[in-house]
């Protein structure tokens, strides 16, 4: 299959409403990440998204709407999840929530809610509204592979798989949208975004974080949410994150850098200086700016080669939260604390 790749124009977004109307798979953008869309209550056409990505079955998707309007027959809106909706979307925050008969088991992977998002890059709204459909979209990576931030990494992953691609540029945020479970008392955030914790309490009165968002699962440990028990943004290279006090963190970065091993240091754009003529790319200034560039310096880390990778962390703040929850999986949960 060819793959086409178009910027977003009434006429691409015309031909990828047809697609998604046809059953077919068409990659978009959000602010996010790229999500790989089909109609998400057309069972034969949600089975392809899990064929281009080779994605394990038991890994539910999110549902997609260009209002909450359209979440009638998809779940059971209820009254905390109605306010979050007023406050945060359209917006990163993915909502599970009791599903509906009308979406099929394979959209859910069998369980019995579904996660429902409104994102708000105008891009994916545009065509949201051009196909009228609920659609289901998982980041547009190959499993196992960092989550795409542009049209060119989408092409890298999907080129052959899937008939279009639509450019929109590069992802805002760069990590994907808030997981929160809201079928039980209190909202627990099982994967952290850009809409922290604090946010959410803030309108919800309370959010607690799984335990697992930090840590590896423990062996025979429930995973509250599928994509946790499966590997995630794992660059060839090993990869340690290091967080603490910036002179300890260089110290400690400088006495493991071996240049043998093809070394790259990930360091805070304020620190590339610190170095000394060892081989350093910056992960931004801010979590913010780390969110935006961290799965395309991971991406970029493959392409080099790269057989070590030392990465400077944030302390678990805010949206730091979401950029350590990503580093700790990319490094296999190797986090030095100095
Ligand atoms: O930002 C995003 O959420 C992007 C864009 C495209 O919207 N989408 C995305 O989808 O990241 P995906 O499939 O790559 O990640 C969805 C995560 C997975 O870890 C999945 O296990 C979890 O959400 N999830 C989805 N539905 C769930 C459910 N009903 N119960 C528990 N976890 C669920
Ligand atoms: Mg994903």
């Not at 059971?76 to 979406?103: C, F, H, I, Q, S």
């Not at 805002?172 to 099982?190: F, K």
């Not at 590339?272 to 969110?291: D, H, K, N, Q």
Request: hydrophobic share 45%.
């Amino acid at each position: 299959m060819d793959t086409l790749c178009l910027p977003v124009t009434v006429d691409s977004l015309k031909m990828a409403a047809e697609l998604l109307q046809q059953g077919q798979v068409v990659a978009f953008p959000t602010e996010t990440v790229y999500g790989l869309g089909a109609h998400a209550l057309d069972g034969a056409a949600v089975q392809k998204i899990f064929d281009a990505k080779e994605r394990p079955a038991d890994n539910p998707l999110i549902v997609h709407v260009a209002e909450p309007a359209q979440l009638t027959g998809i779940c059971r809106v209820n009254e905390m999840a109605r306010k979050l909706m007023d406050a945060y979307w359209p917006g990163p925050l993915t909502m599970l929530l009791p599903k509906e008969d009308n979406v099929p088991d394979i959209t859910t992977a069998g369980l019995p809610s579904v996660g429902v998002r409104c994102p708000r890059h105008p891009d994916a709204l545009a065509l949201l509204r051009a196909c009228n459909l609920p659609i289901a979209a998982p980041s547009a990576n190959r499993s196992g592979r960092p989550s795409p931030t542009s049209a060119a990494h989408v092409y890298e992953d999907m080129q052959g798989r899937i008939p279009l691609i639509l450019d929109g540029g590069s992802s805002d945020v760069g990590v994907e949208s808030t997981v929160l479970d809201l079928t039980g008392e209190i909202p627990c955030v099982l994967r952290p975004g850009a809409i922290t914790p604090e946010m959410i309490a803030a309108i919800a009165g309370d959010c607690t974080v799984a335990g697992s968002v930090m840590r590896p699962l423990r062996e025979g440990e429930h995973a509250p949410s599928p994509g946790m028990k499966h590997r995630h943004y794992a660059p060839k290279a090993k990869m340690t994150v290091f967080v603490g006090e910036d002179e300890k963190v260089i110290a400690e970065i400088i006495s493991r850098y071996d240049a043998n091993e093809n070394a790259c240091i990930l360091a805070h754009t304020q620190l590339m200086g610190a170095f000394g003529g060892r081989r350093v790319i910056s992960l931004g200034a801010t979590p913010e700016e780390t969110a935006h560039l961290l799965f395309q310096r991971l991406r970029e880390m493959d392409e080099a080669g790269c057989q070590l990778i030392l990465a400077q962390g944030w302390e678990e703040k805010g949206v730091a939260l979401a950029v350590m929850n990503r580093m700790a999986r990319a490094a296999a949960f190797d986090i030095v604390r100095v």
